[in-house]
């Protein structure tokens, strides 16, 4: 059952599902968290089904449920949807031993209730934050002014106004990016073909060269450049040491 969720400052809403058959946590929880989507499962039998719908940016999940023990569903969790799902537990139960077990298994951090809701909310936040922060540093490279938008293959050039669109294929979205995260380093055409085209033996040295070219055209008004480097291959040069290699 999604309780509610609402727009706010971040670039978009963590999900998150909260395991919990106390209306009173549930209805705590969903006016705590309103500016995320709020799951909520009263069993361990209701939560697996959501699992099985949707990925979650966080689960709360209780140690004492109608239908089972958390820390055995926590496991599950673990060994059948995600092993690096995100978990708080949130339970009644304080014994350090199950604290400690809790933790052995991977979850992110424990609040025992009843809770204050300040440092709750403040606590789940803190552990959202960081899991965007993680999210976009694996969507997204950068170097310089140039940013690589990895999911949908985009390239982006930044400048103190604004940030301008570079229009590039989606095999020379792929080059560029391997030669820009591995800057100043020479490859040869064959091992450009090995790293970014694969398999395709139907590729000749001539498709590199040809990639190479457009790109070039491309990236050179913005102070990037692919080098030549006779005899042995590429490598990219980012605006900063196209400037010292031009002085």
């Not at 979650?56 to 995600?82: C, H, M, R, T």
Request: net charge neutral; hydrophobic share 40%; proline share 2%.
């Amino acid at each position: 059952m999604t309780i509610g969720a609402c727009q706010h400052g971040y670039n978009f809403m963590s999900k998150i599902l909260l395991i919990d058959d106390s209306l009173e946590t549930q209805k705590t929880v969903s006016m705590l968290m309103s500016a995320e989507t709020l799951v909520v499962a009263s069993t361990l039998k209701e939560a697996e089904l959501e699992l099985k719908k949707a990925k979650f940016d966080l689960v709360l999940l209780d140690l004492s449920l109608p239908d089972g023990d958390g820390l055995e569903f926590l496991l599950k969790i673990k060994q059948e949807y995600a092993e690096n799902q995100s978990v708080i537990l949130l339970t009644a139960n304080d014994e350090v031993s199950r604290k400690v077990l809790g933790f052995s298994l991977g979850v992110d951090d424990y609040i025992t209730k009843p809770f204050n809701p300040a440092e709750f909310k403040a606590r789940v936040q803190a552990k959202l934050e960081r899991s965007r922060i993680t999210a976009q540093a694996s969507s997204e490279f950068v170097v310089d002014s140039l940013r690589f938008h990895i999911p949908s293959k985009r390239l982006f050039y930044s400048d103190k106004k604004q940030e301008l669109a570079i229009t590039v294929s989606s095999l020379e979205f792929r080059l560029l990016l391997f030669l820009a995260q591995n800057q100043d380093q020479i490859f040869s055409r064959d091992q450009l073909l090995d790293k970014v085209w694969g398999d395709a033996s139907e590729i000749t040295d001539r498709t590199v060269d040809t990639h190479v070219s457009a790109l070039r055209g491309k990236i050179k008004k913005y102070g990037f450049t692919i080098e030549s480097v006779y005899g042995e291959g590429y490598r990219f040069l980012s605006s900063k040491n196209t400037k010292r290699k031009a002085a």
